[in-house]
DNA sequence: ATACTTATCTACCACTCGATACAAAAATGG
DNA sequence: CCATTTTTGTATCGAGTGGTAGATAAGTAT
């Protein structure tokens, strides 16, 4: 069976600017002018590869997932449910804040309000940030079955508080914050966060 | 000397459907089209009595700042730091799902990354945010002064740290978060907040 | 080589964007 | 009344939007 013409461009690595532009600039805000000339790349080239400008930052959305799939699997391998609350706000301050990409989070710059025609996205996004508030609640969870969190602790509730302190650091981040401000968020709101029992 | 035509619609009462639009939509997914209906007027009008589209957002934001001066007051007459702190959170809480507007802080659904031609638009939102967190900031300086915060916090981390949370609870409620869960992350980020020196 | 399949490029589609020119309308001052 | 001033509605501007038609290029299969 014949294979046809070959793609011409690295799929990831056009994701990868089409990612940045949506970091950057949001959803709505990401025109394709500005989203073909970052991926060096034509609109015919595109709506091939990926189908829709909805499609592209899905697609994008799955590969800023997988980056930091990484990273949450660092945070989830600490040793107690502080140590992974700890690693958790610590390891968003430097990614919200690392220069190789736009300030923030990609989750919460794409776009929390978008015009008509694309009110599903911030649902899309949403879903996604959702995500790794559930992966802290299980973890949190076992981590109360194992005893290094406290029988009065409301995993749930916690898992909450970090996921909503990441998104206000996404937001600090956007707005030009550096990391040390960032570390310092990240400092004081581990002092809400119990220990086991005995500590509290 | 000639007085000319009156206007014909309210200002303030047309500034209020376009601060919800703005505050649904963001200002990139806000068109003039839903500015317009919505404000129920023509494009003309809006130019006349605001400028641009910038310019009747800027006009939105001041008339959000109005509103918001009343809860601040509340907020900032707490007796203690820690009352300070436990009024901001709870208050915001209660605003950020508020039936009554669209869910979420117009400081952040507004636009954290906007489109070319609109950049300064986040800085502008960016600027507005800041001033809450100035004068927490202040308030926690006098109480420390005053002795109701101990010598040993850090006044400016700390309203950081609670601007940074409203902004995440902002994010929390734009992605259709109930009251309850606002209120949980507010419960769970007082544990953070350090009251007199000899209680910690 | 020829057939077939897929990707790419040029050019363009219908539509919406923010913003405005212009004339009619509605007020006041004389 | 008329002159003046300002607002309003209609109708539209040029630019840019997301998306596509159609021809051409570049590969594989036979």
Excluded at 56 to 69: G, I
Aim: with cysteine; proline share 5%.
């Amino acid at each position: 069976m014949a294979m046809g013409r070959p793609r011409s461009f690295d799929t990831d690595k056009a994701l990868d600017e089409a990612m940045e532009v949506f970091w950057r600039h949001g959803y709505d805000g990401a025109s394709l002018a500005m989203l073909t000339k970052a991926m060096g790349i034509k609109p015919p080239s595109l709506y091939a590869a990926f189908g829709s400008k909805e499609g592209l930052l899905k697609a994008a959305l799955d590969r800023y997932a997988e980056r930091r799939s990484t990273h949450m699997r660092y945070v989830l391998a600490g040793a107690t449910a502080r140590e992974v609350a700890e690693r958790f706000l610590t390891s968003i301050a430097e990614s919200h804040t690392d220069p190789a990409n736009p300030p923030g989070c990609l989750l919460v710059q794409g776009g929390l309000a978008c015009g008509e025609g694309s009110e599903n996205i911030p649902f899309e996004l949403a879903s996604r940030r959702a995500q790794s508030e559930t992966e802290l609640r299980e973890r949190f969870a076992a981590a109360q079955r194992d005893g290094d969190l406290g029988a009065s602790a409301d995993p749930a509730a916690l898992a909450r508080f970090l996921s909503t302190v990441a998104s206000g650091m996404g937001v600090l981040a956007s707005s030009g914050a550096d990391r040390e401000a960032l570390r310092d968020v990240a400092r004081v709101s581990l002092g809400a966060f119990p220990g086991p029992d005995a500590a509290r």
